[in-house]
């Protein structure tokens, strides 16, 4: 019993160092939305491209989708445009943007000047339904099922290796789950 | 000296940034102006970290003041308040996290602590006091000799 005791430091150490050895890498930036397995909470918001159309959470019915959060005051929204073109145009992958705490013509300058990857855009001057979303920072994006339910929330760029490693996967099982 | 200077000026300039805060909202009551202040300075801005709403200049701590404020009005408890953040930006942002199966650990730690403490400190006390009452054991002859023998042996080898 005495010798067990002796090599308690030793066990608290490696434990200790198990847990802190978990930690190592992980981002502490990146939060778990609270909406995953909630349904796009309810909005009525301008289309970006057709001021006056009324746009409702009936958007993401139908089909799996991805909602990305951008604005162009957000540099890294810039960063990730081009992988979103080649996301909407080389993998057939259906993108709804949210315009966030934007100017309506700063953001059509922007897709006439980079092209557009999303089949509709959001426009949310106020980020209303940002707050909803619990976004805090721009770019974040999330996997819409078919029955617009949020499955899951990417919290920064999205580039061909966060889609590969990431997003793609978590489609698919989505899909697969109907 | 211009670092310092700048410092100085940050240092002088900071009550007035969080001055802003208290301006922008117009309270009916201290009591409600209270309230508004206790409610943002428990809960913790999402983006920053390791501030809380009332300190943070980030836009989305004005977000959430704002919403605070609006459901302030609108007539809601404080506990509906922050329920309804929650549901938007996770228990992250208390810095109480509700006391639920998966924090209970974090709950109990400081009372495990103590009592591991108090544990340590009874054996310790305890072994004293037994080492106290019965005296240790005179050696015997035969021991005494070996004894001797060792000791002598330990002088010969720190001599050579």
């Not at chain 1, 847990?19 to 909005?43: N, W």
């Not at chain 2, 459901?71 to 509700?98: C, H, T, W």
């Not at chain 2, 015997?140 to 000799?145: D, F, L, S």
Request: glycine fraction near 6%.
């Amino acid at each position: 019993m005495k010798r067990f005791f002796l090599f308690l430091p030793l066990v608290v150490a490696v434990v200790l160092g198990m847990v802190l050895f978990a930690g190592i890498g992980k981002d502490p930036t990146k939060l778990d939305s609270a909406l995953v397995g909630q349904p796009v909470p309810a909005f009525s918001l301008e289309d970006l491209d057709n001021p006056g159309q009324q746009l409702d959470a009936s958007l993401f019915q139908g089909q799996v989708q991805l909602l990305n959060v951008w604005g162009t005051w957000c540099p890294a929204c810039r960063d990730e445009h081009d992988d979103l073109m080649w996301l909407a145009r080389e993998q057939g992958v259906s993108i709804v943007g949210l315009n966030y705490k934007d100017n309506r013509d700063d953001a059509l300058v922007w897709l006439d000047r980079l092209g557009d990857p999303y089949s509709t855009n959001i426009y949310d001057p106020q980020g209303r339904l940002g707050f909803d979303l619990g976004v805090y920072g721009a770019p974040e994006t999330f996997v819409i099922d078919a029955q617009g339910v949020v499955r899951y929330r990417h919290v920064g760029v999205v580039n061909k290796k966060v889609w590969q490693d990431t997003l793609l996967p978590v489609i698919n099982q989505v899909r697969e789950q109907g | 000296m211009v670092r310092m200077l700048s410092v100085l000026l940050l240092v002088l300039l900071s009550p007035l940034a969080q001055a802003e805060v208290a301006n922008v909202y117009e309270f009916d009551t201290a009591e409600q102006e209270q309230r508004f202040q206790d409610l943002i300075v428990e809960l913790r801005c999402p983006k920053c970290q390791n501030q809380n709403i009332a300190d943070s200049n980030a836009p989305i701590s004005k977000d959430m003041r704002a919403e605070v404020y609006r459901r302030m009005r609108a007539g809601a408890s404080n506990d509906e308040i922050v329920d309804a953040l929650v549901a938007r930006f996770g228990e992250f942002i208390l810095y109480k996290p509700q006391v639920e199966k998966r924090t209970i650990l974090l709950w109990a730690t400081p009372a495990i602590a103590v009592l591991g403490g108090l544990l340590v400190v009874a054996g310790v006390v305890l072994r004293a006091r037994r080492r106290q009452t019965e005296p240790e054991p005179a050696l015997n002859a035969k021991e005494q000799a070996r004894a001797a023998k060792i000791l002598a042996e330990d002088d010969r080898d720190s001599n050579a």
